[in-house]
């Protein structure tokens, strides 16, 4: 199994507003051999309960990836998508593929 290159945004706080709320800045990062595999009925009814998101896509995302996937858009197939919920992530020396997060993803427009 191979992964495909897929294009992150990242935010980084560039300051505050007015109000004292956050300000940020977008930059596009991309991440090479991330796995993108279609969910379980089980992962699509669960986080429509838990999150009121449709899955549309589970990212695999490679051992020693330091990126924050945490609620960020990301693109791949020629369009955006939205992490959602938490990264859900298993111990790199005891997972024997090349990927040990897992990321959910609904449609971003």
Same mark, same amino acid.
């Given at each position: ?21 956050? %300000?940020?800045?977008?930059?596009? #990062? ?10 379980? #009925? ?6 429509? @309960? ?14 020693? @990836?330091? &990126?924050?996937?945490? @609620? ?27 990927? &040990?997060?897992? %990321? ?6």
């Amino acid at each position: 199994m191979k992964g495909i290159t897929v294009k992150l945004w990242e935010r980084t706080q560039t300051g505050t507003d007015a109000f004292n709320d956050p %300000v940020y800045a977008l930059t596009s #990062t991309s991440v090479d051999n991330v796995l993108v595999g279609q969910p379980t #009925t089980e992962e699509v009814t669960s986080s429509t @309960d838990l999150y009121g998101k449709k899955i549309e896509y589970m990212l695999g995302i490679p051992k020693g @990836d330091t &990126h924050d996937w945490t @609620d960020t858009a990301v693109e791949f197939f020629g369009r955006t998508y939205r992490t959602f919920g938490d990264v859900i992530e298993g111990i790199e020396a005891n997972v024997p593929t090349p990927w &040990h997060k897992k %990321v959910r993803v609904c449609r971003y427009e």
